[in-house]
């Protein structure tokens, strides 16, 4: 899976959970500051990634990564193979 496979199902997701519209996402933008989810649905969200994507994104990981870039270079960093078991 590639980077820009990586965000069309982070925005997937966005849409999904958040009723976010995915043409206004990107790497950029935050999801509470921008989207205004609440942490219900970012829970939601790590939970469904996790088993999306079949990599660990731990809760005190987690809770760092602010947008969206952040959660699709923890992936990315983790299906290569360079974030341990730990997320670290």
Same mark, same amino acid.
Do not use: C, Y
């Given at each position: 899976?590639?980077?820009?496979?990586?965000?069309?199902? *982070?925005?997937?997701?966005? &849409? /999904?959970?958040?009723?976010?519209?995915?043409?206004?996402?990107?790497?950029?933008?935050?999801?509470?500051?921008? *989207?205004?989810?609440?942490? *219900?649905?970012?829970?939601r969200? +790590?939970?469904? &990634?996790e088993?999306?994507?079949? #990599?660990?994104?731990?809760? /005190?990981?987690?809770? /760092? *990564?602010? +947008?969206v870039?952040? #959660?699709?270079?923890?992936?990315?960093?983790?299906?290569?193979g360079?974030?341990?078991?730990?997320?670290?």
């Amino acid at each position: 899976m590639n980077r820009a496979d990586i965000l069309a199902e *982070l925005k997937a997701m966005l &849409a /999904e959970f958040g009723d976010v519209d995915p043409e206004h996402v990107d790497e950029q933008t935050a999801f509470i500051a921008d *989207l205004g989810l609440d942490s *219900l649905v970012l829970v939601r969200m +790590t939970v469904v &990634a996790e088993e999306r994507f079949g #990599v660990r994104i731990p809760d /005190e990981v987690a809770w /760092e *990564l602010h +947008t969206v870039g952040a #959660v699709l270079n923890h992936v990315e960093h983790a299906l290569a193979g360079q974030i341990g078991a730990g997320g670290e």
